[in-house]
């Protein structure tokens, strides 16, 4: 008899949430990451009595009930509300962009004179083109909200995220900029938004409890790529699809992200978690001040130091974090390419972001996964 039912590779929220619904039917896994710890890239690292979210913010939102009351009943969400701020050569705006973004901006204070602002530019960028559709994102933008709010909040972070200028990047990225009518600084429309209370680690640790688990394994180079099929009767492999094959078709691209992160001594460095640098006198995109994700009022005070990270665009090299799939025709072509070969593997699931080559936020994933039959 074999020792496992499944054989997971990968201890991301995708192969835990697998692992937890298995065990639940009564099967036997094996979880192994390559990671020195579980919990891919939700893991957290506790610096000075803070949750730092080491492979970038992670703030869990939907709006699916079943999803939300599933993590709910692995741990208690607390009530974190993204709202973003963008400071642009000192000035803070609020984000999304809405009435309390165009106040700031203009000094508006109803939505009748909020409109006739951005109304009024976007015609200017309209007649600009002289009849011509926008040819590149600066030109796209400019016509969805016009000057202001394109320079001042838009273009140079864009630039600095792409490493290219507006007018060099093309029309499609940006095909709909919202604007809100309303003061509301909550920058996701889903019902349910929060952070696990006690950090991300605790999700993991509630869907892995029970489970057997091995860090500092990577499937390709120890004995289970060769032997998983006399360990277990089906692998769930939640690694690189191009990997898997031995990168037969050729390499998959990425985008990745690097982070610096340093302690602060002081109790509150920014006041916010999300602060959004759009302008280029600073090289990052964004401070995140990890703490503003679980602590609340006095609890902030209570902590005495605080971490902050700064992120960067980075050119993705081999080595890095393979973060976002890139989706350009060749990119999306060879994942197709893949995931037929990956359809033709007996008694392996392909699941998570790598094995798909997709981007999901982690709702979608544990959705996934509750849609799966685990027999
Ligand atoms: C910068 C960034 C910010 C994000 N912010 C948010 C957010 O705010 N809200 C949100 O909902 N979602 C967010 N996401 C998305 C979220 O990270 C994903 O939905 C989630 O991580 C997907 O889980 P996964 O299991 O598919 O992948 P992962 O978490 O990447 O897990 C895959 C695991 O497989 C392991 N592995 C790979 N190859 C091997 C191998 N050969 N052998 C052994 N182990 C292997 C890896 O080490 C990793 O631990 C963000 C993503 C990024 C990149």
Redesign the pocket.
Known sequence: MKNYDYLI???????CTFAYKARQAGRRCLV????PHLG???YCEDVEGIHVHK???????TSNKKVWDFVNSIVEFNRYTNSPLANYKGRLFNLPFNMNTFHQMWGVTTPEMAVAKIEEQKRQAVEALGGREPSNLEEQALVLVGKDIFEILIKEYTEKQWGRKCSELPAFIIKRLPVRLIFDNNYFNDKYQGIPIGGYNRLIDGLLEGVECKTN????SSEYKANWRNMADKLVY???ID?YFDYKLGKLDWRT?SFKTRVEDKPNYQGNAVVNYTSHEQPYTRVIEHKHFEMFGQEVYDCPKTVVSEEYSTEYKDGMEP??PVNDSRNNALAEQYRELAMKEQNVIFG???AQYKY????P?IEQVLGLEIG
């Open positions: 590779v990968g201890a991301g929220l995708f192969g192994i990451d390559k990671r891919g890239n939700i492979y970038g913010a992670h703030i869990f939102h394994v990577d499937f390709f939640t690694g690189a990997e992200v973060y976002y998570g972001r790598l999901f936020d982690m709702a994933i």
